[in-house]
Each structure stands twice: as C-alpha cells, then as structure tokens.
C-alpha cells in the first residue's frame, strides 16, 4: 500500500502508516521552511518536492496507484497564534488556496482514501460544498478528534477531513478511550541517548526575552541593560501561573499575555506544542522551568525516539534550534494517524472488526462540524449511507435539525 504526503511536513502523518507497511512515496510540501533535510532522513528514498509540477517521470511513476494521501496545511486566520500575524482576509486566501492545491492532488493521483487536519472553524469558509463540488467521486467523512482518547498525552482536538473512494463504501468507526498518561510519564519514557535530546544553554533560553517584559517602568528598553539572566527568568517564570499563557509587559508597560509560551505542569496533561519563526522558547517544565528538549517536544507529540530532526545547516542567520523548535510545534500527532491508517488498511483487506473499537467519542463535536455533517447527509449522502449514520457523532445534533 501506497502513501503520498500533499503539506506532509516533515511527515509526522506517515510515521503510523510506515509502521504498519505502507510504502512512503514521497511529499509535496511548499513550504520552504521543511526543506532541512528531516522527512529525507526518516523516509529513505522517498522524494520531497515543492510543487506538483517539480516531479520527474520517475516520481510520477511511482504516484501511480496510491491508496491515501495525508497532509496538514496551514490553519489560516483560526489558529490564535496565527491571527496574530495575519489579517484575516489574507489568512482565508491562504486556507482556500491551500485546500484547493491539496484537492488539486486528489484529482489528479486519485488515491482510495486522503486525510486532511485543520481547525473545525475551517469549514466555515471551506464548507462541505466546496469539498463534494470539487471532490464528487468521494464520500467526505468530517470527524471530530481528541488525540488524547487515541492515546496521546495533549489535549488537542482537531478536526479530520478523510475521504474515500464512494465505490468503496468505507465508513469512519472511532474508538476513543479514557487517557490519564501524565506528561511526566511520557517524557520519562525517553533515553538518555536518544537525538535530538540535549538540554539547553543558557544563553539560548534567554534569547529573545527581556527584563523590560518582567520588570514595570523598566526604561533601558533594548539596551544592553535589558538583557535578561538565565538565573533572573527562572525567578520570573516560578511566579507564572501553570498551564496559562505567561503575562508580562509589552513596551508600553502594559500587562499582555504571550499566547502559546506557558509554563507547563508534567504532572498533567500537556498543552498543545506549538512553535513559531522566532528565537523564543514557548514551553517550560514545572519541575525545572527549563525548555523543553527538542526530543521532548517531539515525544509529546507521540513521536519515536529514532525519528531524527535537522537543522538547515545552510542557514547563518536565525540560531539552528529556530528550525527544530518549528519541526516540533508543527507535528502532528501520531497516535490518531496510527489508528487512521490502522483502519484504513484493515478495511481494504477485509480484515476490520467492527468489535475492536469502543465506539466512543468522549469530546463534544463543534457546531460547525455538526452543520457540515447534517447537510452533507441531507443534501450528498454517503454511499454507505446506513453505516454512517450508525457510527456517526452527530446524532443528537441531526435529530434536532428534522424535528
């Protein structure tokens, strides 16, 4: 079996299907900022390219027949970090020619089965209409996920778009469970030796933070005076509320919060990992108000210790751990893929028992997913229409739309 990666990333969608035998054929990924070197190192011979029109007659060859395609584009204006940089007419430009690019593959490879992340507000631009127009030949399933109930220790809710083949008659079945896995459990299960797992020096923990954000009416702003001490933050960061966005003071003495940059409780779960362009460290450990390592990003992400991340070596600007901290926060979460994957492949061998899953879904869906699953079904319809509806999570929502 066959898997095309369309956005892939560094291709944290395709560690579960490589795992279970599916071939990796390559990824079509035009953001320049995964082009370090890290999904050629973990998928050998696979191929990377930038645009569809990169691909040699080899490479085409190789996309003939391909059984699903993965991808995570960017999220546009829904994601609270991005907002912060983008307008939000710039931000639906960016989501709706992302999506049109990802279908754009679809239609062209014509794969059984393709799976896309994003935000459940997404489908308030790009609706279940935009997907069935341009999509017609497949059933769009549109579910819910809490990673954590497939066994990741974040508490990360998204929203999946997986789409078959209607001659397929394929239907989503979840099978979330109760997860009480600490984020201290999870890191503590790491080698000692494992890559990418040395802690930081201090002067990189401090890079990119000040004494005029801790320090009201703090005058030297951005002086030689405003450098912070490694010692001087750690005493800043004991004062922060766990699991909240550290609050301190913008250039105009006002107290602003730092969406994403958070002290984080291990004795819990983990927050969502996020990482940026900048120099700044986003998340710290409770125990030791340290950064996480780059190893520990990734393993909260599910990631196995022998995934390798690199660097761009031929950049001389930004410090190197700019790049892994941005691999890491764009990761994502294996263990929901695995299951995906999972039972995709089971259903294609005839070998999926509908008795091995729970069943279950443990989150309540978003309206806007429900909406997008009731009008699909109103006005499309599933090939396998009966079976659909049996797993579906948004029952209650569509008994409340025919009454």
């Not at 944290?12 to 279970?20: E, L, R, Y």
């Not at 691909?55 to 391909?66: A, F, H, P, S």
């Not at 341009?134 to 059933?139: I, M, R, S, T, V």
């Not at 001087?232 to 602003?256: A, D, R, S, W």
Request: hydrophobic content about 30%; charged content about 30%; some cysteine.
């Amino acid at each position: 079996m066959k898997v095309l990666g369309v956005f892939g990333g560094i291709g944290s969608m395709m560690i579960g299907a490589k795992n279970q035998g599916y071939e990796i054929i390559g990824n079509i990924e035009d953001r320049q900022c995964f082009f370090t070197g890290t999904f050629e190192e973990n998928y050998p011979g696979a191929f990377m390219v930038s645009s569809i029109n990169e691909l040699t007659d080899e490479q085409i060859e190789k996309c003939k027949n391909i059984d699903l395609i993965l991808g995570h584009p960017k999220c546009g204006s829904f994601s609270s970090l991005r907002r912060q940089n983008n307008t939000l007419e710039e931000s639906r430009k960016e989501l709706a020619g992302n999506f049109s690019k990802f279908i754009d593959s679809i239609n062209i490879f014509k794969p059984k089965f393709f799976a896309i992340d994003n935000l459940p507000k997404s489908l308030t631009e790009f609706t279940y209409k935009d997907w069935s127009d341009k999509l017609p030949d497949y059933d769009i399933h549109f579910e819910y996920i809490s990673n954590r109930n497939y066994g990741n220790v974040q508490l990360r809710k998204r929203l999946f778009i997986i789409g078959s083949l209607k001659k397929l008659g394929f239907y989503f079945i979840p099978s979330e469970f109760e997860n009480n896995e600490t984020l201290l459990e999870r890191i503590s299960k790491i080698p000692h030796d494992a890559p990418n797992h040395q802690q930081w020096k201090k002067t990189d923990i401090v890079e990119g933070w000040y004494r005029h954000e801790f320090v009201k009416d703090f005058v030297a702003y951005k002086t030689p005076e405003d450098r912070i001490t490694y010692e001087e933050f750690g005493e800043f960061l004991k004062n922060q509320k766990l699991n909240k966005p550290i609050v301190c003071y913008n250039k105009k003495q006002e107290l602003t919060s730092r969406i994403g940059k958070s002290v984080i409780d291990i004795n819990g779960m983990a927050k969502t990992v996020t990482g940026g362009n900048t120099g700044h460290h986003y998340m710290f450990r409770s125990d030791t108000f340290m950064p996480f390592t780059i190893r520990e990003r990734a393993k909260i992400g599910g990631c196995p210790d022998d995934f390798i991340f690199l660097p761009n070596k031929e950049n001389e600007i930004k410090p190197w751990h700019n790049d892994l901290i941005h691999q890491t926060g764009k990761f994502m979460p294996v263990e929901f893929t695995t299951f995906l994957t999972q039972q995709i492949k089971d259903f294609l061998e005839g070998k999926r028992d509908e008795t091995k899953y729970t069943n279950k879904r443990l989150v309540k869906s978003k309206e806007e997913i429900d909406e997008n699953k009731y009008q699909y079904c109103k006005n499309i319809g599933y090939y396998n229409q009966q079976k659909v509806c049996e797993f579906c999570g948004s029952k209650e929502y569509c008994k409340k739309q025919i009454k």
